[in-house]
C-alpha cells in the first residue's frame, strides 16, 4: 500500500498490481489489502535520504512533507512497542471492537514523552509519513492514535480489497457471521475491491455497510461468481456507483449488462469475462450516454462493436482501452476514430491484427491524442512511428512494448516530437545503439524504458547521460546494463531513478 499523497512507492518495491497483503490475523480479517486506485504501481529504486530522530529510517523518501517540530527525541519505535490486541485486525475494526487499548497514561516513557504521544497536532503532521499499511498496524496502538488516524483524509485515493473469506466471522457454533465493516465506513472508503463473492455476499456486503447506498463510488468485482440477478440488484441498491469494474467474472451474460446498467456510470472495466462480445457493446453505448472511459478485454468483440457507440458518447468518451481484442482489424479502428473523434486516452494493446494502415488512420482523425499504447502490435513497423510523429502533436505518452519490427529508423521520426515525455520500448528487440542516438536531442523525454532490448550496448547505453530532464529510466534485463553503467549514471544523472 502506498500514500497518495505524493505519488511515491514505498520501499521495499511494490509489485506492479499495486497489492501488498497485510499479515494474517487470527479474526479472519487480517488478509485484507488496500490498493492505489490508478495507474497501476511501478517497480522504483528505493532512496533514502536524512530523517528527523522522531521517524524510523523508512520514512526517509517522504522529506518533502513537512517536518513535525518536536522539544525532545521521542522514540517512535518505543510507542508502538505496545503490542495490539491479538484479536484486533489489521483493517476494518471499529473503535470500540477488540480488547482493551493502551491509555496515554500506561505508554512508556516520561510523562512529557506521553503528552507528546497523543498531541493531535503533531500525530496529524507525523502520520503523513507512513504508508497505508503502517497506518493500520499504528492504529492499534491505543484509541488516541486511532482517532487521529481514523479521519478520511488519511485513506483518500485507497481501495480496500476483500476476499469472500474476510467477509465473515466462524461463530462457536459454526455458523458464519458477517464481519463489521464499520471501521471502513469511518475511514470514509468510497470504493471497494470484492474478490471471489456471490449474488449473497454482495447482498451481505450492501446491508452491512452503512455507505453502501449512496456513499459507495467505485465497485470492482474480480473472480466472482456474480449473476445476472446479482448485478441488477447491486447497481440498482447501490446508487452511487459511478465506476464499475467486472474482471473474470463468468457468471452474468450481456442481457444482464442490458438490465442492470444505469446511465450515471460514467466509467467501466470489463476483462476476461467469457461472455462478452458484440451485443455487451451495445448494451454499453446505448445505456451508458456519459461514459468517459471504456476499459475491455474481450477475445470475441469483432470490428462490428465498435461501430454502435452514438454522438454522445462521441463527446463524453475520452479514454478507451481495447487490450487484447484479437478480432479487431483495420476496419473496426476506421470505425472508433470516427464515433469517438475526441479520445485523448487509446490503447490497442494485443490487437494483433491492426497495421500500420490502422495507426495512420488513429494519427489522421484522433489529434487530441495524448497517450496511445501499440505494445504487443506484432505489425506495427517504422512507417506507424512515421505517421504518430507527423500528426500527434499533442502525444505525451507513447508504448511500444513487444513491437518487434521497429527498427532504428522508426526512433529517428520519434525524435522531432517536442511533446513526448514517456516512451516505452520494452523488448523491441531490433532497436540498437545508433536508434538511440536519435533520442539525445529529446529534451521532453522524462521516462524512457528500454528493458530486454538486447542489442543495446554499454557505450550505446552510456550517452544516455545527455538526457538531464531524465527522471526515470528502465534497464531491466538489458544485456549492456552493467553495474559499472549504473554507477556511471548515479554520477551523471542524479536526478534520474535507474531501474535495474
Known amino acids: 500500500m502506498s500514500n497518495p499523497r505524493n505519488g511515491d512507492t514505498k520501499p521495499p518495491c511494490l509489485p506492479r498490481n499495486g497489492l501488498v497483503k497485510i499479515p494474517t490475523q487470527p479474526n479472519g480479517l487480517g488478509s485484507a489489502s488496500i490498493t492505489k486506485g490508478t495507474p497501476a504501481v511501478k517497480n522504483r529504486l528505493c532512496q533514502p535520504s536524512s530523517v528527523p530522530a522522531i521517524l524510523s529510517p523508512a520514512l526517509a523518501h517522504r522529506s518533502d512533507l513537512p517536518i513535525p517540530s518536536v522539544a525532545s527525541p521521542l522514540s517512535l519505535a518505543t510507542l508502538a512497542s505496545v503490542s495490539s ?16 487499548q493502551p491509555s496515554p497514561e500506561r505508554l512508556p516513557g516520561s510523562p512529557s514523552e506521553r503528552q507528546l504521544a497523543v498531541d493531535e497536532k503533531i500525530l496529524n503532521r507525523l502520520f503523513w509519513y507512513f504508508s497505508a499499511c503502517e497506518k493500520c498496524v499504528l492504529a492499534q496502538v491505543c484509541k488516541a492514535w486511532r482517532r487521529v488516524l481514523y479521519q478520511p483524509k488519511f485513506w483518500v485515493g485507497l481501495t480496500p480489497v476483500l476476499h469472500t473469506k474476510e467477509l465473515y466471522n466462524i461463530l462457536p457454533s459454526g455458523e458464519k457471521e458477517f464481519v463489521s465493516l464499520q471501521g471502513f465506513a469511518v475511514r470514509g472508503f468510497d470504493g471497494f475491491c470484492l474478490v471471489g463473492v456471490s449474488d449473497l455476499d454482495i447482498c451481505e456486503f450492501i446491508d452491512n455497510y452503512p455507505l453502501s447506498k449512496k456513499g459507495v463510488k467505485s465497485m470492482s468485482l474480480k473472480r466472482s461468481t456474480i449473476t ?61 450516454p456519459n461514459l468517459t472511459e471504456l476499459n475491455l478485454q474481450a477475445y470475441h468483440v469483432t470490428d ?16 478507451l482501452r481495447l487490450n487484447s481484442c484479437w478480432e479487431i482489424t483495420n476496419h473496426g479502428v476506421v470505425n472508433m476514430v470516427h464515433s469517438l473523434p475526441n479520445l485523448s486516452v487509446l490503447s490497442l494493446s494485443g490487437c494483433s491484427k491492426v497495421t500500420d494502415d490502422g495507426v495512420e488512420l488513429v ?59 514517456s516512451l516505452y520500448l520494452r523488448w523491441c528487440c531490433q532497436v540498437q545503439d545508433f536508434g538511440l542516438k536519435h533520442l539525445l536531442g529529446m529534451g521532453s523525454l522524462r521516462l524512457l524504458s528500454l528493458a530486454g532490448c538486447p542489442l543495446l550496448t554499454t557505450t550505446g547505453l552510456s550517452g544516455l547521460v545527455q538526457l538531464q530532464e531524465l527522471e526515470e529510466l528502465e534497464l531491466t534485463n ?18 534520474c531513478m535507474v531501474i535495474e
Not at 304 to 319: D, N, R, V, W
Not at 374 to 386: F, N
Not at 397 to 410: M, N, S, Y
Request: proline share 4%; charged share 20%; hydrophobic share 40%.
Open 85 to 100: 490486541p491479538p484479536s484486533a485486525s489489521l483493517v476494518g475494526l471499529n473503535a470500540s471492537e477488540g480488547s482493551e
Open 228 to 288: 445476472d440477478a446479482g448485478l441488477e440488484v447491486m447497481l440498482e441498491q447501490m446508487q452511487g456507483v459511478v465506476r464499475l469494474e467486472l474482471s473474470g467474472c463468468n457468471d452474468f451474460t450481456e442481457a444482464g449488462l442490458w438490465s442492470s446498467l444505469n446511465a450515471r456510470i460514467t466509467a467501466l472495466s470489463v476483462s476476461d469475462c467469457i461472455n462478452v462480445a458484440d451485443d455487451a457493446i451495445a448494451a454499453i453505448s446505448q445505456l451508458l
Open 304 to 319: 462490428t462493436a465498435l461501430a454502435y457507440f452514438t454522438a454522445k458518447q462521441g463527446y463524453t468518451t475520452h479514454t
Open 363 to 421: 494519427a489522421e482523425n484522433l489529434r487530441k491524442l495524448r497517450s496511445l499504447d501499440l505494445s504487443w502490435c506484432p505489425r506495427i513497423t517504422d512507417m506507424a512511428l512515421e505517421y504518430i510523429a507527423c500528426d500527434l502533436h499533442k502525444l505525451e505518452e507513447l508504448v511500444l512494448d513487444r513491437c518487434v519490427r521497429i527498427t532504428d529508423t522508426g526512433l529517428s521520426y520519434l525524435s522531432t516530437m517536442s511533446s513526448l515525455r
Open 478 to 495: 538489458c544485456p549492456g546494463a552493467t553495474p559499472e553503467l549504473f554507477k556511471y549514471f548515479s554520477q551523471h544523472l542524479p536526478c
